[in-house]
Protein backbone atom coordinates (compact mmCIF):
# COMPACT_ATOMS: atom_id res chain seq x y z
CA UNK A 1 0.00 0.00 0.00
CA UNK A 2 1.41 3.48 -0.95
CA UNK A 3 1.68 5.78 2.03
CA UNK A 4 3.14 9.50 1.56
CA UNK A 5 4.46 11.61 3.76
CA UNK A 6 2.86 15.38 4.40
CA UNK A 7 5.72 17.47 3.74
CA UNK A 8 4.09 20.35 5.85
CA UNK A 9 3.33 18.97 9.09
CA UNK A 10 4.67 14.95 8.51
CA UNK A 11 1.51 13.22 8.99
CA UNK A 12 1.43 10.06 6.94
CA UNK A 13 -1.10 10.15 4.00
CA UNK A 14 -2.42 7.17 3.12
CA UNK A 15 -3.68 7.71 -0.59
CA UNK A 16 -7.13 6.42 0.05
CA UNK A 17 -7.44 8.19 3.20
CA UNK A 18 -6.20 11.73 1.69
CA UNK A 19 -8.83 14.27 2.58
CA UNK A 20 -8.78 14.92 -1.35
CA UNK A 21 -6.92 14.13 -4.64
CA UNK A 22 -6.84 16.14 -7.79
CA UNK A 23 -4.79 16.72 -11.24
CA UNK A 24 -3.52 20.03 -12.17
CA UNK A 25 -1.01 20.12 -15.55
CA UNK A 26 -0.94 16.49 -15.35
CA UNK A 27 0.51 16.51 -11.79
CA UNK A 28 -0.97 14.13 -8.86
CA UNK A 29 -1.96 16.69 -6.05
CA UNK A 30 -2.41 15.47 -3.16
CA UNK A 31 -4.45 16.92 0.12
CA UNK A 32 -3.39 16.20 3.93
CA UNK A 33 -6.21 15.13 5.97
CA UNK A 34 -4.50 16.87 8.91
CA UNK A 35 -3.35 19.99 7.88
CA UNK A 36 -5.46 20.44 4.73
CA UNK A 37 -2.07 21.01 2.60
CA UNK A 38 -1.72 20.25 -0.98
CA UNK A 39 1.56 18.84 -2.02
CA UNK A 40 3.28 16.75 -4.97
CA UNK A 41 5.76 14.76 -5.85
CA UNK A 42 9.19 16.71 -6.99
CA UNK A 43 10.09 17.13 -10.51
CA UNK A 44 12.98 16.40 -9.66
CA UNK A 45 12.52 13.23 -7.74
CA UNK A 46 10.14 12.16 -10.06
CA UNK A 47 12.59 12.18 -13.03
CA UNK A 48 15.20 10.27 -10.89
CA UNK A 49 12.29 7.73 -10.46
CA UNK A 50 11.77 7.68 -13.88
CA UNK A 51 14.97 6.92 -14.82
CA UNK A 52 15.97 4.56 -12.01
CA UNK A 53 12.18 2.51 -13.38
CA UNK A 54 13.92 2.53 -16.90
CA UNK A 55 17.08 1.44 -15.66
CA UNK A 56 15.33 -1.30 -14.18
CA UNK A 57 13.16 -1.96 -17.52
CA UNK A 58 16.70 -1.98 -19.75
CA UNK A 59 18.40 -4.57 -16.88
CA UNK A 60 16.09 -7.01 -16.64
CA UNK A 61 15.59 -7.20 -20.56
CA UNK A 62 19.61 -7.41 -20.97
CA UNK A 63 19.38 -9.91 -18.60
CA UNK A 64 16.60 -12.18 -19.54
CA UNK A 65 18.86 -11.89 -22.87
CA UNK A 66 21.86 -12.06 -21.32
CA UNK A 67 23.06 -9.05 -22.91
CA UNK A 68 26.24 -8.05 -21.90
CA UNK A 69 26.90 -11.28 -19.90
CA UNK A 70 24.88 -12.00 -17.05
CA UNK A 71 25.92 -9.56 -14.64
CA UNK A 72 25.44 -6.32 -16.50
CA UNK A 73 21.86 -6.75 -16.71
CA UNK A 74 20.77 -7.76 -13.02
CA UNK A 75 23.30 -5.10 -11.68
CA UNK A 76 21.47 -2.53 -13.91
CA UNK A 77 18.45 -3.72 -13.15
CA UNK A 78 18.90 -3.50 -9.22
CA UNK A 79 20.78 -0.25 -9.59
CA UNK A 80 17.74 0.94 -11.12
CA UNK A 81 15.36 -0.28 -8.76
CA UNK A 82 17.52 1.24 -6.02
CA UNK A 83 17.63 4.41 -7.17
CA UNK A 84 13.97 4.33 -7.89
CA UNK A 85 12.78 3.30 -4.20
CA UNK A 86 15.56 6.13 -3.06
CA UNK A 87 14.24 9.10 -4.92
CA UNK A 88 10.95 8.24 -3.42
CA UNK A 89 11.59 8.03 0.41
CA UNK A 90 14.65 10.45 0.25
CA UNK A 91 13.52 13.36 -1.51
CA UNK A 92 10.45 15.31 0.56
CA UNK A 93 7.37 15.98 -1.45
CA UNK A 94 6.38 19.54 -2.59
CA UNK A 95 3.88 21.69 -1.17
CA UNK A 96 1.90 23.59 -3.72
CA UNK A 97 0.52 26.54 -3.29
CA UNK A 98 -2.04 28.17 -5.13
ZN1 LIG B 1 -0.22 17.70 6.69
Not at 3 to 10: D, I, N, S, T
Not at 20 to 28: D, M, S
Not at 70 to 86: D, K
Amino acid sequence: MKVLQCPACGHRVNIKQAAATKKVNGIFMLQCANCQQWSHENQKAAALKNLGLFMLLVGSVMGYFQLGGIVTGPMLAFIGGLIAVATQHAIPRTLHTP
